[in-house]
């Protein structure tokens, strides 16, 4: 997932508000068997556990162009298969194929010491065994010309480009317990800090994702880096620039130890021997599968995530608590309901980390389906219950949301909030490659768990961060949503809001519905 823009904007005009849902509309209802049965079957017969251990601890991390991305997707399809469903490999493109090995870091001067730290997805390799080398840290170069001066000495050198944190503790624990004068003291120190590492960076002429590449050209043993979170023991695990030497992220703690042994004259050595395959080009798919429907079959209810993950933990909540929602969502369907009135389709999307991808793909290549579709619900924000859902911009969205959610128990609803008509996401997750192209799309937003700080694209995004419990509610929710958007007679409303100006008076444009990128070169 896209973190930065997932949520988006409101309307100031024109918007019906933001409605918690009553809880008297509940007590109204009407006893709807198939509801009871979703109800029944999702909680006396769950397979959440069961397809989260197939897919986080068996297969693992899901890197775009690794095997084990290609193992996922044929697990899904087979998952499916054995459920009764029509299911396929869809290939869309190419991209860099490469498997993660281990990584061992060790400081073997001043003292040795085991480091935390992994290499970056699609980093080269080291030699066999390790190679030792200095550590020092990035030039705070003056001038463009400084730097390139200072740039030769790197040569069978780690070089350290990230900035040294003044403090390893998350801000929360300075305020709950540092005095008020020594938590403005920190903040400003940091803030004084980010600043002169910007400028840092800045004065050697090129940019953060340049660096790597000329550190590499100089000679450089290797890049290290800590991209941290703010969160003991979380750090971002991103993709590397170089090509020829590894690059490296080491936890902030220790990568702490080596900036101010480095700066205090100390010398010191690391050893790193990070094993990885550079395996060509792999083919790119997306995994789908559908329920056929019946009296509308050619009409379709999709049920969205992406299957693909950065490599630094195994992609449990992002996206893999938003897969095994749907295929649950999906299992719950089929045994419930085996013959719906329009067509299930649940795309298992590929290489969404790199640009929506796989959905984008999707519909680029299936034109034919885009005055078709229902509906689109996508999940793909972590472990927690859902708790927004907006209407996106189209324009009667409160009609047919609120009608399906009517038909929800309390207990699956009770603390969802609606905001309708809402604002068209420009980006973000899976959904916007629907809405961009007109098509009802919805982001089945949840609750955090710390999402943000802790698991998104970190080392910490891992199985036992699934809370089960919120997991059953959404896949309870989605069956029953996907099952009410199914039954209804027509096709929704697809009318669209006026956008409102923006800052410069001119009139806000729908989102650009764009291609994929089908090729890593």
Known sequence: MRFNTTITKTIANGVLGVALLSSTLSLAQKQDAIVDAIVKEGTTNSQLRNYAFELMDVIGPRLVGTPQMMQAHNWVKDQYASMGFESRNEE???????????????MTSPRIKSLEGMQLAWSPASKKGGVDGEVVVLVD???????????PSVKGKYVLISMHQPTGRPDYQWQNFATEESYAKMKEEKATAEKAWA??????????????????????????????TGIMGANRIFGAETKKVPTIDIAVEDYGMLYRLAENGKKPRINVNAQSKDLGTAKTYNTIAELKGGEKA????????????????????????GIITMMEAARILKAVLPNPKRTILIGNWGSEEQGLNGSRAFVADHPELHNKIQVVFNQDNGTGRVANISGQGFLNSYQYITDWLYAVP???????????????????????????????????????????????????????????????????????????ASEEKEL???????????????????????GPKRTSN
């Open 92 to 106: 869309y493109g190419t991209w860099k194929a490469w498997e993660r090995g281990t990584t061992q870091i060790t």
């Open 141 to 151: 170069a003056k001038t463009k010309a400084d730097f390139e001066a200072w740039l």
């Open 199 to 228: 400028t840092r960076i800045k004065n050697t002429g090129y940019t953060a994702k340049e660096l790597p590449k000329v550190l590499e050209d100089a000679g450089a043993a290797g890049v290290v880096m800590s991209y941290w």
């Open 298 to 321: 050619d009409e379709y209810v999709i049920l969205s995530a992406h299957l693909d993950s950065w490599d630094g933990g195994t992609g449990a909540t992002d996206n893999g608590t």
């Open 410 to 484: 309390e207990k699956y609803k009770k603390e969802i909030k609606t905001s309708f008509p809402g604002s068209p996401s420009g980006g973000g997750s899976d959904h916007v490659s629907f809405v961009s192209k007109d098509i009802p799309g919805f982001m089945m937003s949840s609750l955090s768990w710390g999402y943000g700080n802790y698991t998104w694209h970190t080392n910490r995004d891992t199985a036992d961060k699934i809370v089960y419990d919120d997991v059953q509610n959404n896949a309870i929710l989605i069956a029953i949503m996907a099952y009410k």
């Open 492 to 514: 929704v409303s697809r009318e669209k809001i006026v956008l409102p100006l923006d800052n410069k008076g001119e009139r806000q444009e729908w989102p650009e519905s764009k």
